[in-house]
Each structure stands twice: as C-alpha cells, then as structure tokens.
C-alpha cells in the first residue's frame, strides 16, 4: 500500500510539471504586456521614472529573458515556497490565496457534507423502490438539477429570498464590518450569509449524486449474493440495510473525488453572483487586473487538487473494497 | 394465412433466381433480372419486417418514451426560435423612449413588448431571439470538435493497446487534469484580449472543444478493449484488412451510438458553459449577443436584478429549457441504443 501510493506519487510528478509549462507559457505569450497594467503611472510621474519602474517590474519576474529561463526561474521559487507576490494585492500569493482558499472551504466543506447527508439516503430509496413515485421524482429533479444554469438558479433566489423576502443578506460573507462580533456571533452571521450560496451548490450537486448512488445501488441489487441473501429467507431489511446498503458505499468514494474539484471550480460562479470572497472571486479579479503570478497560483492549485483528489480515489478504493488489489 | 403462404413461395423464388444467377458470366438482361430480384427481396424484408434494423429498433425505443419526444418538441421549438424566427423579425433598434419597459402579454400593441425592453430600449424578446443563435452555434461547433477528438484518441487507444495506448492514456490524463472553468476562464482572458468578437467565439468553440473530449475518449476506449476481442475483427485481421480500416469500418459503426449519446449530453454540457463564460465577461462581448451575455447585462448590478428582472429572467429561461430538452433527448437516447430494451 506505501509502495504503491509512493510511486503514484512519483508519476504525478511529471504531470504537474507539463501542465504547469502549458498554463505558464500560455500565460507569457497573451500578447499584453504585464507591466503595463501591473505598474501604474500617474500623470504626474516623469516618463523617465515610469519606464525605470516597469523596467524593474520586467526584471523582477525576468521577462526580458527567453521562455525557458522564465519558466525554470518561476519553477525554482515555487520549489523554494515562494510562489510570487500580488502585484495588485501587495502580498505573498501564498498568503493571499490561502486566505481566500478558506473561506471556499468553508463553503464547500458544508456543501459536500449536506449534499452526502442527503443524496444517499436518497439514491438508495429510489433503488429500492424503482419507479416508484419517489423514485420518478428525483429522477426528474435531478435532469431538471443538471440542465439548470447553477448561475441562473444564484440569481432566482437571490431575487426571492434576498430581495423579495428579505430573509437572506444580498451578498458577502459578513456584516461584521466592525470587528466587534463575538465568535458565535460570527458563526452565526457567516452561516446566515452562506445559506443561499450553499443552498444553490447543494441542489446543483445532488442532481448528479442522487443519480449515481441510485445507479450504484441498483448494481448491487441485482448481484448474486442478494439472491443468495433473499432465497436463504432473510427479511427485506436484513437484506438492503445490512448486506447491500454498505457495499453500495463502495463507488461513493468516487462521488467524493469526482465532487471535490468539480464543487471548487463550479463555485466560481456562484462565488460571482453571491461576492463570496472565495477563490473563484480572487482567480477573477487577478484575470481583470492581469496578476499573474496570482491567475498562475490558482489554476496550478486547480490541478493538483484534481489529481489528488483521484488518486485519494483509487487508495480509498483499495482500502475499503477487498476486491481491489493494487499493483 | 393464404397471403402468408404465398409471399413464402414469392420468396423462394426470388432466392432460386438469385442463386441460379450468381457466379456466372451475365449479360445484361440477366443482370437486370438479378439486380430486380434482388430488389424483390429486399422490399419484402422490409415489409415484413422480419428483422428491424438497428437504427429502427433505435427509433422506436425513442418514440415510446413520452419526456424524450417532449424534450424533442421543445428544442425544434428552440431551433426555430433561435435560428428561423430572427430572419423574419425586424432588426433590433434602441429606442430612448421606451426604456425599462416590463413584459406585456399585449405585445402586438403600441408601447408593448412581450419580454420588455432593456436600458437602451431594445427590445428583449427580439434579443433573445437574436442570442440563441451564437449559444447553439458555439455549443455545436465545441461539441463536433470533442467527439472528432475523442473518438480519434479513444478508438486508436483502444484498438492499439500497449505502448501507443500507453502514452495515449498518459496524454488523456494530463488533459483531464486540467481545471475545466478556470483554464478556459485563463485562457479566453489571456488569448482573447484583443481579438475582435468573431474571433473570440472561434477562440471560445476551440477551447472547449479541445478541452472536452477526455470523457468520451475512455468510455470509447473501454469499449473498444472488449470489441477488439472478438470473432469479427479477429477475422477482418486475419484477412489482411489494414488496421485503420478495422477501425473505420469495423469498429466505428460498433460504438456509434456510444458517441452520439455522449455527443448529445457534451452538446448540453457546451451551451451551459459558453452561457457561465459569457456571463462571467469572459465570453461572448457587445457587439455581440449570447444568452449568457444578455444574463450577464441583466445582473450587472443588484438593482437591475431587482427591478428589472425581466432581463435576466428570459434568457436564462431559454439556457435552461435548451438544455434540458437536449437531456432529455440525450437520456432517451442512452435508454433508445440499449440493446436491452428492445421495443417492436
């Protein structure tokens, strides 16, 4: 098992390295000139101190010399923990994206759980009762859950609860603009901001995990130790809640890596129409104001999560299902 | 019963003939004759439909399903909202004297519009109309493109496995690996600043289409593993038939409903983004007109979201209901080219 997740390890390597030489070279070659709009000169700045400036901004990020040299500069700092400063922010990226990282945690860390909490009760039901009126209701829902915009399903109720109702803050994370609240009343306040954000990212997921847990569960239904289990004259109970419930567990694991980068980049929209300072809202704004070494950070965090998150899958895989063998 | 007895005679006949005429030098009043026979035969597998044909047998699973016929409805309804029905409509003018006007269903009269009209006037039904066409068009081109990509990579991954497969498998992986929304959010940002709007919906179709195609590539070449096994393309190899050949004529044809309902579903999946990118900025621009574009200009501020949500209500309508009929469509499909489910 170390062995194996060792030399998984091992072979991702080379993969984050290619795509980090596609997104940074495709980032250098976008015909604008970073400097332009990272160094701002007013008018009242000399041309002369202007142009010492941004030479200073080509120098720092070693933008007069070829490709490859860039590339490899960057590489080294990144080895080294520094994955550059906001130029727009003023800070560390790391610092930076770290924060924003947290507040899209927390909002997909509920969205995760509450969509788990409910799709598998959920999916297995509708298996045990195919066709059923339960059934045939989620199955609607859940093509109606996948066709829906999540973004238009944002500003619906946004429109509603927000501005109709009144029951919901219009957008943010806090309105604790003062600093003053206590740590519970901090809690509560996030949460009440949360609620339509996660509300939307809920709904939307679920479509696709009611279904697959409900595929999954029909799998295990019709298998032969079922039949086996019901002619030995098992009540129905026994049956579905003891022997097939946890083996239809098994492919949710898959649900939860295919969930967690899909939820991250999914949110970015949502984040947008709700101003949920996450890093949806902080990739956009650094690609409005042409930060790269920022735009750089996020999309390389985008990746190595997705490729964790999948070999997380193929070990969580090994180590509940015994069928599994690694090699 | 005596019909019956005589088509069999009838049928008989019809393959004597054919017998009697093949494999000898024909002039051309036997090969007239041979070529009516076989015509004769032909027409009465038809007509008594002995065996439907894959594509019927297709057809008529999809027409049992109500919600797929009713998805099918809904989006010729779309295309000829969004494509046929702009033609006839007048051009779309600002209009300072009837702005921020809200949906009337007395859209025939003076000072009335069906979907209102926007801050400059414009009328907002004749703009969803006119938005429609670049959300299909975008969605179609991206989606032609990923399944030209992914039916090329999975079939020679599939049919090749080894070290072609290998490096192929790797290739997919990498590409996968790829934060979808972010990278094209990146990349329309980056290449797209100073292209002017027919280059950047170009841009827009080949982003997601060269992202798209990694899913169905591995469903194809999971398939394809299994296919190549078999008797049939064992046999085509052992007569000499080129491997290219094998795939184009052999195994393509296998999998091709495979790859139309994943086109299907891709189709769907195409619209929704190019609707997210467009409504982030990042996508279609004014001058330009796309239903996420119009959401986008419908939300810039909260107080347009609340007091006229007539813009931003409309064309997402249309994104939902255009997507969902082509889910419905692509589910009824998925169950339609099930073997399983053979319906007469």
Redesign the interface.
């Known amino acids: 098992m170390l062995k194996y997740t060792i030399r998984r390890l091992i072979h991702l390597i080379p993969?984050v390295i290619?795509?980090s030489i596609?997104?940074f070279t495709?980032?250098r070659?976008?015909?604008?000139s970073p400097e332009r709009f990272m160094v701002d000169c007013p008018p009242e700045m000399s041309q002369e101190r202007c142009d010492r400036e941004r030479q200073a901004f080509r120098d720092r990020y070693r933008l007069d010399e070829p490709l490859p040299v860039q590339y490899l500069f960057w590489f080294g700092n990144v080895l080294q923990g520094d994955l550059g400063d906001s130029e727009h922010y003023n800070e560390p990226v790391a610092d930076l994206v770290g924060y924003y990282i947290m507040n899209s945690v927390y909002l997909n860390t509920v969205v995760i759980v509450a969509s788990f909490l409910i799709s598998i009760p959920v999916g297995i039901v509708s298996a045990v009762k195919q066709y059923s009126l339960f059934d045939n209701f989620w199955q609607v829902f859940s093509?109606?859950g996948?066709?829906?915009?999540n973004?238009?399903f944002g500003?619906?109720l946004?429109?509603i609860f927000s501005?109709q109702l009144g029951w919901t803050p219009?957008?943010g994370m806090t309105s604790d603009y003062l600093g003053t609240m206590g740590p519970w009343e901090t809690f509560v306040d996030t949460m009440h901001h949360m609620v339509l954000p996660a509300s939307v990212l809920i709904i939307s997921s679920l479509a696709g995990t009611v279904r697959y847990v409900r595929s999954s569960m029909l799998d295990v239904i019709r298998s032969d130790y079922i039949r086996t289990a019901r002619s030995k004259g098992l009540s129905e109970k026994v049956v579905i809640y003891s022997h097939a419930f946890r083996n239809a567990l098994i492919p949710v694991i898959t649900l939860l890596a295919f969930q967690i980068?899909t939820l991250f980049?999914?949110s970015?929209?949502i984040e947008?129409?709700f101003a949920w300072p996450g890093i949806g809202e902080i990739?956009?704004e650094s690609?409005?104001r042409r930060d790269f070494s920022v735009?750089l950070a996020?999309?390389m965090f985008?990746?190595v999560?997705?490729?964790v998150a999948?070999l997380i899958m193929d070990l969580g895989y090994a180590l509940v299902d015994p069928r599994v063998k690694l090699n | 019963m005596a019909d019956k007895k005589n088509r069999k005679e009838q049928h008989y006949v019809a393959e004597d003939q054919i017998e009697d005429l093949q494999g000898k030098e024909l002039s051309a009043e036997e090969q007239r004759r041979l070529d009516e026979a076989r015509e004769k035969e032909l027409e009465r597998l038809e007509r008594e439909d002995v065996v439907i044909s894959p594509a019927r047998m297709v057809w008529n699973n999809f027409k049992a399903r109500k919600i797929t016929m009713i998805g099918a409805g809904m989006f010729l309804f779309i295309i000829l909202f969004s494509l046929l029905l702009p033609v006839f409509l007048p051009e779309i003018e600002t209009d300072m004297a009837n702005r921020r006007v809200g949906p009337s269903l007395f859209f025939w009269r003076e000072g009335h519009y069906l979907f209102g009209t926007d801050n400059h006037g414009r009328d907002v039904f004749l703009r969803v109309a006119d938005g429609g066409f670049v959300s299909l068009y975008v969605g179609a081109v991206a989606t032609f493109i990923s399944v030209i990509i992914g039916t090329i990579i999975g079939s020679v991954s599939g049919y090749f496995h080894g070290i072609i497969d290998n490096i192929l498998q790797r290739f997919t992986e990498i590409v996968r690996a790829f934060p979808f929304l972010p990278l094209v959010i990146t990349l329309s940002a980056a290449i797209g600043a100073d292209l002017d709007e027919d280059e950047r919906i170009f841009l827009i179709m080949v982003i997601l289409g060269v992202i798209g195609w990694t899913g169905l590539a591995r469903l194809l070449r999971g398939q394809i593993l299994s296919l190549r096994e078999q008797e049939f393309i064992l046999a085509a190899r052992a007569m000499g038939v080129k491997n290219f050949q094998i795939i184009a004529k052999h195994i393509i044809p296998n999998v091709i409903s495979l790859i139309i309902v994943s086109a299907t579903l891709q189709f769907a999946a195409n619209i929704l983004v190019e609707s997210g990118l467009s409504f982030l900025g990042f996508g279609v621009q004014e001058p330009g007109n796309s239903w996420g574009l119009l959401l986008r200009q419908g939300t810039r501020d909260s107080s347009v979201i609340q007091n006229q949500p007539w813009l931003w209500f409309f064309p997402g309508l249309f994104i939902l209901a255009t997507v969902l009929s082509i889910n419905f469509i692509g589910d009824g499909l998925r169950d339609a080219v099930d073997p399983r489910n053979v319906r007469r």
Do not use: E, H, K, T
């Not at chain 1, 996948?146 to 915009?149: D, G, N, R």
């Open positions: 993969v290619i795509i596609v997104i495709m980032l070659l976008m015909p604008v093509l109606l996948l066709s829906m915009p973004f238009f500003i619906i946004l429109y501005m219009l957008s980068p980049s999914g970015v929209l947008r129409i990739l956009i690609l409005q735009v996020m999309n985008y990746a999560l997705a490729l999948n």
